[in-house]
């Protein structure tokens, strides 16, 4: 079983950054692919971005590509959020899963989900 906790969240102004962190138990997480999703009110939960178990395997939302990064170090996976933007604002979701066939960015293909934390971006 894999458990994730997201943190790093808050209240930036527009322009501002802030670096997500998702802190993951569980001996087979150094094997799943990492990501990020965020869910705005109202709106459905979408994808952000991806990244491998090695690390050298990225993917992102056309949305945030040059603005953000993710990045992942034994047990944690972070996101870097540069240049945010009012529509940046949302719950983020930090998710893990199995590596298989298919592409990285719907929901229903991760396994494990965290709890999230609220990213707030002011204009």
């Known amino acids: 079983q894999v458990q994730l906790v997201e943190s790093g969240g808050g209240l930036v102004q527009a322009g501002g950054s802030l670096r997500l962190s998702c802190a993951a138990s569980?001996?087979?997480?150094?094997?799943?692919?990492g990501g990020w999703f965020r869910q705005a009110p109202g709106k459905e939960r979408e994808f952000v971005a991806a990244?491998?178990?090695?690390?050298?395997m990225t993917d992102y939302a056309d949305s945030v590509k040059g603005r953000f990064t993710i990045s992942r170090d034994n047990a944690e996976v972070l996101l870097q959020m540069n240049s945010l933007k009012p529509e940046d604002t949302a719950v983020y979701y930090c998710?893990?899963?199995?590596?298989?066939?298919?592409?990285?960015?719907?929901?229903?293909?991760?396994?494990?989900w965290g709890q999230g934390t609220q990213v707030t971006v002011s204009s």
């Open positions: 998710a893990a899963k199995v590596p298989r066939l298919g592409f990285w960015s719907p929901t229903k293909a991760y396994d494990y």
């Open positions: 569980g001996r087979t997480f150094r094997t799943l692919v």
């Open positions: 990244i491998n178990w090695s690390g050298g």
